[in-house]
């Protein structure tokens, strides 16, 4: 069985250019998270989707970041525009339970570096 | 929402039995408590979950005292390999009221 696929793995952009993100969730998960990770911290939750809804987004800072989950699949996460704060590993996760603390299956994550 | 608190890292031989605690004071009735494993440049990965007593699985044993205000993770005759990040998670199963905090963890290194 696959696991959840996210690209790019490493991605360089200079501040204030937008940059995206993508994850395809293990198929048959309706539950899928986004975090961000910093360097030496554990991940922070961004948002959560169940299907294609976001029903916790309280952590997405909305001024800049926002995520699209379209036909409950695979999701996009969005930076614009990037700041140099920004810098760190984004996970994608996802689970087959629904909402809660449930096992949750982690991509490798994607390493943001902004110059 | 429940925070938990971990001793920042942890040294261990290979060989040893490896216990790590993890304090969660103010749980919920609701609340399950999950250990997650983080290897360098790689997601975490589920480890166990229990909400009571102890649970056992094949690389792993969680004990839970009857306050369920502490929880312990053991690892049996730790290998090089267990060098990792150990986060202990303690959140509901149900409801949008759902929120897991994964804290800093616990970086456990294992030595010859």
């Known amino acids: 069985e696959a696991g959840v696929v996210q690209s790019p793995r490493y991605k360089i952009i200079e501040k204030k250019q937008p940059v995206a993100f993508w994850c395809n969730p293990i198929?048959?998960?309706?539950?899928l998270y986004w975090y961000r990770q910093n360097l030496g911290q554990g991940p922070e939750l961004l948002i959560r989707?169940?299907?294609?809804?976001?029903?916790?987004d309280s952590q997405l800072p909305k001024d800049r970041f926002s995520a699209e989950r379209l036909k409950g699949v695979d999701s996009t996460l969005k930076i614009q525009p990037a700041e140099l704060g920004d810098s760190a590993v984004y996970l994608c996760?996802?689970?087959?339970f629904g909402a809660g603390n449930n096992e949750q299956f982690f991509g490798p994550g994607t390493r943001l570096t902004v110059l | 929402l429940a925070k938990t608190t971990q001793p920042i890292s942890m040294d261990s031989y290979e060989g040893q039995e490896v216990n790590i605690t993890c304090s969660h004071n103010n749980i919920a009735t609701n609340d399950y408590i999950t250990w997650y494993q983080q290897f360098p440049s790689q997601g975490p990965r589920f480890i166990i979950q229990?909400?009571?007593t102890k649970v056992t699985n094949e690389v792993a044993s969680l004990f839970i005292p009857a306050d369920r205000k502490s929880s312990t993770l053991s690892l049996p005759r730790v290998s090089l390999s267990d060098t990792a990040v150990y986060y202990c998670l303690v959140g509901d199963r149900t409801g949008t009221a759902s929120k897991l905090t994964f804290g800093t963890g616990t970086r456990l290194q294992v030595t010859l």
């Open positions: 229990g909400y009571k």
């Open positions: 198929s048959g998960h309706n539950t």
């Open positions: 996760a996802s689970s087959p």
């Open positions: 989707y169940e299907n294609e809804e976001a029903v916790d």
